[in-house]
């Protein structure tokens, strides 16, 4: 069987260099070494927390962008918007009918967001609760043999594996059991203040903005107050944290050497900044080429789109006929 990879990207926020490093850079690496690929933004995903319309039209925007930009190929993968395959939302109401509510009440999205002991469900609506069945409707859809996932994922793909042995079971054995590829084993990426990289804490490192702004973030990290020439320690560095995502092994250790020498922070910021913006160049001149013709990623879109609602179509039909829905 074919190795066939499949990556939902969320539509929510503004693409930041803890995206790239996490999620874009080692997805694209892995559709380097499978048959097929499959990249799709997963736009309904977004209006299960957010309901404002312009955010949610800007961010598919600006993340359909960052992984064009980064260098997503797809005249080798398949790059879609979820809302534009209607077949996923019909999987996602046939798995609903298979799915026991019990196997959702131990979901950890949802059981995090129960936090009212007096109403565990005020705030919780269908979509947050039944999340994990539009994901395996999404990984089931293209019989995907290998899904990246997050170590907060692994849940919800062990969901969409007992999903798909269940129907699997009760029909025809139609749907591919997918197998997980473990990412973020490491500690998070760092933003500018120590936490977590995410908008919501506002210490982002921009990817697609200018090199002013990307240089700017950066002399923005905060760093404790040893002076010039006073010993340092990268293992408790956001600097030094994050330079190791872009340098060599052996600038690595130069780096290192040097901190115990006593690099000043300002010397260290810049060879940080030098260091990022020299593998962002080449994004973000692609992303100067896109933005100025936005019809070229909705031509791209759509064309993704045509192609996996091929595949899409006929699985369905199989799923259909095995279901009984079907001529008389």
Not at 77 to 88: N, T
Not at 275 to 298: A, G, M, P
Request: proline share 4%; with cysteine; aromatic share 8%.
């Amino acid at each position: 069987m074919k190795k066939r990879i499949l990556t939902g990207i969320t539509t929510t926020g503004i693409p930041h260099i803890g995206n790239y490093i996490g999620a874009i850079r080692p997805a694209l690496e892995l559709a380097n070494s499978s048959d097929e690929s499959f990249f799709f933004l997963a736009d309904y995903h977004s209006i299960i927390k957010n309901n404002d319309p312009n955010q949610i039209s800007e961010s598919v925007e600006k993340i359909a962008l960052a992984w064009l930009s980064s260098g997503l190929d797809t005249k080798k993968s398949f790059f879609y918007k979820q809302s534009d395959v209607p077949e996923i939302l019909e999987l996602n109401w046939i798995l609903n009918c298979i799915t026991a509510k019990g196997l959702m009440n131990r979901a950890h999205a949802y059981k995090a967001a129960s936090i009212n002991k007096n109403d565990p469900d005020k705030g919780i609506n269908m979509g947050l609760f039944s999340y994990p069945v539009l994901m395996a409707a999404d990984i089931l859809m293209f019989d995907s043999t290998h899904v990246p996932v997050g170590s907060d994922q692994i849940q919800h793909l062990e969901m969409t594996r007992d999903i798909a042995s269940r129907f699997n079971h009760l029909y025809k054995p139609l749907l591919t059991i997918p197998e997980p590829i473990v990412q973020g084993k490491d500690k998070s990426v760092l933003g500018i203040d120590g936490r977590k990289m995410s908008k919501s804490y506002g210490n982002i490192i921009p990817l697609l903005e200018s090199e002013k702004n990307l240089k700017k973030s950066i002399m923005k990290i905060v760093t404790n107050s040893l002076e010039p020439g006073e010993p340092k320690d990268p293992s408790n560095c956001t600097v030094f944290s994050l330079y190791k995502y872009f340098a060599s092994q052996r600038e690595i250790e130069d780096l290192q050497k040097s901190y115990t020498e006593g690099i000043s922070w300002g010397e260290a910021k810049e060879l940080l900044y030098e260091t990022i913006n020299k593998e962002l160049t080449s994004v973000r001149e692609s992303y100067e080429n896109y933005i100025s013709d936005k019809n070229i990623i909705n031509d791209l879109l759509s064309d993704g789109s045509k192609k996996v609602r091929i595949i899409a179509k006929q699985k369905i039909s199989e799923i259909r006929d095995a279901i009984g829905i079907k001529n008389i």
